[in-house]
């Protein structure tokens, strides 16, 4: 608990920090006043004071803001500080100092995604070939386990990432594939076969795949039997494997899911191989929630086995290293696919493919900060980059107290070439408060259900 609250924090502290550094350091480039830098709302703990600025850090860690001169539109300011006033400033330097905020989170992610890529090198497997799905273009063709992919269209393969990009860029036409195994070099010609699944919000997406995996798949061994559940009262037992369903044979772990999650509860029969036993069982799934990719509930059906235990050999990883330029590109890559990625989250949301119960807030942010930590350095840091993109796309959001709300005043201002009337940004900034409260108390309750429900 104390570990999740402390990684919560450093999480909020430095989104925070970079994200009133940029109002703060625009402000100051067009000559305005700032009166206080505080890290935190509420009483300040201690701080300095320098020139006209105190910086400070507050005791409720929840927030931070930027004090400019002249920030309120009535608020009396002598003569002679009008030019360090923001108020009096012309509308484009108000709107790129409210803008920077949001900028810099940007900024900040594409350090991290940058950096992190340049310092660590990318983490992936090396090109060999660990298995080969029966009757797919890679086996009709003569791949084998085993082969190791060394150029593709006369393109140098590293990683599994370079086949996947490969295969992503053909289309569908014919890939030359260069390989070596047991120190002869062969060549096949492969065309790949496009593919259809759905993605996390149930949309239609297509690939192309030649059948080749860079690590074995799960074997539909029982690693564990769940109390009470249909497979522990048919008699199954760990260390069971599964060879059939209702007489189709069973290779692979997520060939026997899939067949038991499209069962909409009806019997199936079961052949189990035990040692050398081989017998059959008769086992109805039962539709349990569980929650999808993104943490929303969802019905499935299950029969209550857990699989054996998966990770790639160490013998397998690699980490390609990365030039800086490389790094910048795919730093700027990623940062990029966060922001569509959280706005195409919203647009899901808002046309009902996504429910309310995904959208997180504190707790989450909490949770998943601290199993991030454990999981390394760059783990977090990375996170930080994630959160620090998705914090400048809500932050955009036109809605009053928000920079987004500023913004849209700001337009508004440079359109009708007069300020909107303070009545009127009084009532709107009453009215945002009063939807972000409520939205407070919404992902605070989401929280709550997602975490201990």
């Known amino acids: 608990m104390i570990d999740t609250i402390f990684h919560f924090i450093i999480v909020l502290g430095v989104l925070i920090f970079f994200h009133e550094l940029g109002h703060f350091v625009v402000a100051r480039l067009f000559g305005v006043g700032v009166e206080r830098f505080s890290l935190g709302f509420g009483p300040r703990i201690f701080g300095k004071t320098m020139g006209r600025t105190d910086y400070r850090l507050s005791l409720i860690p929840l927030g931070g803001y930027v004090k400019m001169m002249g920030e309120e539109p009535d608020a009396p300011i002598p003569p002679e500080d009008l030019p360090l006033s923001f108020t009096h400033k012309p509308v484009g330097q108000r709107a790129l100092i409210v803008a920077a905020g949001p900028i810099f989170n940007i900024l900040f992610a594409i350090l991290i995604f940058t950096g992190g890529t340049y310092i660590t090198g990318i983490a992936n ?119 059939a369903i209702d007489g189709s044979p069973i290779d692979y772990w997520e060939a026997m899911q899939d067949i038991v999650s499209q069962s909409q509860g009806k019997s199936m029969t079961f052949t189990i191989q035990r040692g050398e036993d081989v017998f059959e069982v008769e086992i109805k799934p039962v539709e349990k929630q569980e929650k999808n990719a993104l943490g929303t509930q969802q019905s499935v059906y299950r029969i209550g086995i857990l699989r054996p235990d998966f990770s790639i050999p160490e013998a397998d990883k690699i980490n390609v290293p990365v030039g800086l330029g490389q790094a910048i590109v795919l730093g700027l890559d990623q940062t990029w696919m966060v922001i569509y990625e959280s706005g195409r989250f919203f647009v899901k949301l808002s046309e009902r ?101």
């Open 125 to 243: 497997i090396k090109p060999y070939v660990r298995h080969v799905e029966k009757q797919s273009p890679a086996q009709e063709t003569g791949m084998l386990e085993g082969d190791r992919i060394q150029a593709i269209n006369g393109n140098p393969i590293a990683s599994w990432r370079d086949i996947n990009a490969v295969l992503d860029e053909s289309q569908g036409g014919p890939l030359t594939i260069d390989i070596t195994r047991n120190g002869s070099e062969l060549t096949y010609t492969v065309r790949p076969k496009q593919e259809h699944a759905k993605d996390v919000y149930g949309d239609d997406i297509t690939y192309y795949d030649i059948g080749i995996q860079g690590h074995r798949p799960i074997s539909a061994m029982v690693a564990e039997t769940l109390p009470d559940m249909p497979a522990q009262k048919a008699g199954i037992e760990k260390g069971d494997r599964i060879i």
């Open 353 to 453: 493919k996504v429910s309310t119960s995904a959208i997180g807030g504190p707790i989450r942010i909490a949770i998943m900060a601290n199993q991030q930590a454990r999981q390394g350095v760059m783990q977090l840091i990375y996170f930080i980059g994630f959160i620090s993109v998705s914090l400048a796309v809500i932050n955009l959001f036109p809605i009053p107290v928000l920079d987004g709300g500023h913004l849209l005043f700001f337009a508004i201002e440079a359109v009708q070439r007069k300020p909107v009337s303070i009545r009127v940004r009084e009532t709107a900034q009453q009215i945002g408060m009063f939807l972000l409260l409520l939205l407070m108390i919404f992902v605070l309750y989401n929280d709550i259900i997602y975490t201990w429900f």
